[in-house]
T-cell receptor
Framework: DAKTTQPTSMDCAEGRAANLPCNHSTISGNEYVYWYRQIHSQGPQYIIHGLKNNETNEMASLIITEDRKSSTLILPHATLRDTAVYYCIVRVRGGGADGLTFGKGTHLIIQP | ETGVTQSPTHLIKTRGQQVTLRCSSQSGHNTVSWYQQALGQGPQFIFQYYREEENGRGNFPPRFSGLQFPNYSSELNVNALELDDSALYLC?????????????FGPGTRLTVL
C-alpha cells in the first residue's frame, strides 16, 4: 500500500466546512483512496472512497487531484459530533487479505 | 440490519492467562478482520477470516489465534497474555471481495492485562 501523510491535528469552527488533506505521492494506478474516522472510544467508521473522480455521499465529499498525489476530505457543515481522528488509507480495491493499514491520522477538533 | 457487535466490553486479565473475545458480523458479511489498537495509536491488523479460513495475517505471534463459525461470527484467542497485550481489540466485517476495504467495525473490547 502507498504511504500517506496527514497533519497531526486541525481545528474547525462548528458550521464551517472542514477540509482534511492527505498526501499520497506514491499512489499506484489501481489504488483507491479510503477515508475512515474514529470517534473517541468507538470503532473506526468508513466514510468514503474514490479512485480518481470526485465522490460525494451523505457524510462527506472526496476531492482527488488530477495527478492523484493528494486528496481532500470535506465535511461540508461540521458539527461537534465530527470531532474525531480521521484516517486516509490508500489501497487496491478488492485486493489482498492483509488488512487496512492505519497511520496516526488527523485529529480534527470542531470548536463551538 | 444488525451492526457488528463485540463481547465483552471490558476485560481484566493477569499476565500468563488466556482470553477469548467474540464478534458477530454485520448481517450478510462473510469476512471478519481483527485489529489491535494500543493507546494513542491507529489500529493494527491481526488477521482476517473468510468462510471459516484464515486468509491473511499481520505481524502478530502465533499465540494470537482465531476462529470463524458457519454463521460468520468470530473469536479471537490470545494465550500467555503479556502486559503489552493491553489494548482495544476491534472486529470488522465486510462483504464480497470487491468491498474488502469498506469494513464495518464493532465498538471493541478493552483488554487490560495486569
Amino acid at each position: 500500500d502507498a504511504k500517506t501523510t496527514q497533519p497531526t491535528s486541525m481545528d474547525c469552527a462548528e458550521g464551517r466546512a472542514a477540509n482534511l488533506p492527505c498526501n499520497h505521492s506514491t499512489i499506484s494506478g489501481n489504488e483507491y483512496v479510503y477515508w475512515y474516522r474514529q470517534i473517541h472510544s468507538q470503532g473506526p467508521q468508513y466514510i468514503i472512497h474514490g479512485l480518481k473522480n470526485n465522490e460525494t455521499n451523505e457524510m462527506a465529499s472526496l476531492i482527488i487531484t488530477e495527478d492523484r498525489k493528494s486528496s481532500t476530505l470535506i465535511l461540508p457543515h461540521a458539527t461537534l459530533r465530527d470531532t474525531a481522528v480521521y484516517y486516509c488509507i490508500v489501497r487496491v480495491r478488492g485486493g489482498g487479505a492483509d488488512g487496512l493499514t492505519f497511520g496516526k491520522g488527523t485529529h480534527l477538533i470542531i470548536q463551538p | 440490519e444488525t451492526g457488528v457487535t463485540q463481547s465483552p466490553t471490558h476485560l481484566i486479565k493477569t499476565r500468563g492467562q488466556q482470553v477469548t473475545l467474540r464478534c458477530s458480523s454485520q448481517s450478510g458479511h462473510n469476512t471478519v478482520s481483527w485489529y489491535q489498537q494500543a493507546l494513542g495509536q491507529g489500529p493494527q491488523f491481526i488477521f482476517q477470516y473468510y468462510r471459516e479460513e484464515e486468509n491473511g495475517r499481520g505481524n502478530f505471534p502465533p499465540r494470537f489465534s482465531g476462529l470463524q463459525f458457519p454463521n460468520y461470527s468470530s473469536e479471537l484467542n490470545v494465550n500467555a497474555l503479556e502486559l503489552d497485550d493491553s489494548a482495544l481489540y476491534l472486529c470488522a466485517s465486510s462483504g464480497d471481495r470487491a468491498s474488502y476495504n469498506e469494513q464495518f467495525f464493532g465498538p471493541g473490547t478493552r483488554l487490560t492485562v495486569l
